[in-house]
């Protein structure tokens, strides 16, 4: 299997922007987490009679889970920043471009390389991947700070089924959130 996909500067914006999205579902998460342990420690006061012990269990928890979420919604807040700033300069930038960015995918890695940044990966480095919205989500680490969005439609159907059956083959498959 010997894949080459070339995007302009539009295309490569598209997937930042869908990697955001991506990021945004794991703030809710966080929201979700922070506001059930108030919860938790609400119902436990009223219903058990808290001790001063377990009270200060919740509270440290319930501050861990507070600053997962602030650490979470400040990553996503920089990359919303840094995708305005690199869409402005990019976009005057290489407006003119052909191709902005390549992925060049074999039997052995996964390369991208663009403008800006070469990464090489052999495919038992992602950790994990998901088929969302037509998209191929392949991530290298557990933060969506190495993820790589492949769209369906950059690819024929014949090559999106070698791709598939590849990945299905050499990564294990965790859903992305």
Same mark, same amino acid.
């Given at each position: 299997m ?8 539009v295309?490569?914006? @598209?997937c930042?922007k869908?990697k ?6 794991v703030? #809710?998460?966080g ?6 342990g108030?919860? @938790?420690?609400?119902i436990c ?9 377990s =009270?200060?269990c ?5 501050? @861990?889970?507070?600053t997962?979420?602030? =650490?979470?919604?400040? #990553?996503v807040?920089? *990359?919303?920043t =840094? ?5 402005k ?13 390549t ?5 052995? *890695? ?8 070469? *990464?090489?990966f ?6 994990? *991947? ?15 700070s190495l @993820?790589f969005?492949i769209?369906?439609?950059e ?6 089924h ?5 990945i ?10």
């Amino acid at each position: 299997m010997n894949i080459t996909i070339k995007r302009n500067i539009v295309e490569e914006l @598209a997937c930042f922007k869908i990697k955001i999205k991506l990021m945004s579902k794991v703030i #809710r998460l966080g929201i979700i987490l922070f506001l059930l342990g108030v919860c @938790a420690i609400i119902i436990c006061q009223n219903d058990f009679g808290v001790t001063e012990n377990s =009270l200060v269990c919740y509270l440290i928890l319930e501050m @861990a889970l507070f600053t997962f979420s602030f =650490l979470v919604f400040k #990553r996503v807040y920089d *990359y919303r920043t =840094l995708y305005k700033t690199f869409s402005k300069s990019a976009l005057k930038e290489y407006q003119n471009h052909e191709t902005y960015s390549t992925i060049y995918l074999d039997d052995s *890695y996964f390369t991208y390389e663009s403008k800006r940044k070469y *990464y090489k990966f052999s495919w038992s480095s992602f950790v994990k *991947y998901d088929f969302k919205n037509e998209n191929l989500v392949l991530m290298v680490n557990e933060s969506y700070s190495l @993820a790589f969005i492949i769209k369906q439609t950059e690819l024929t159907p014949e090559e999106f089924h070698e791709l598939r059956s590849l990945i299905l083959k050499t990564i294990p498959f965790k859903k992305v959130r």
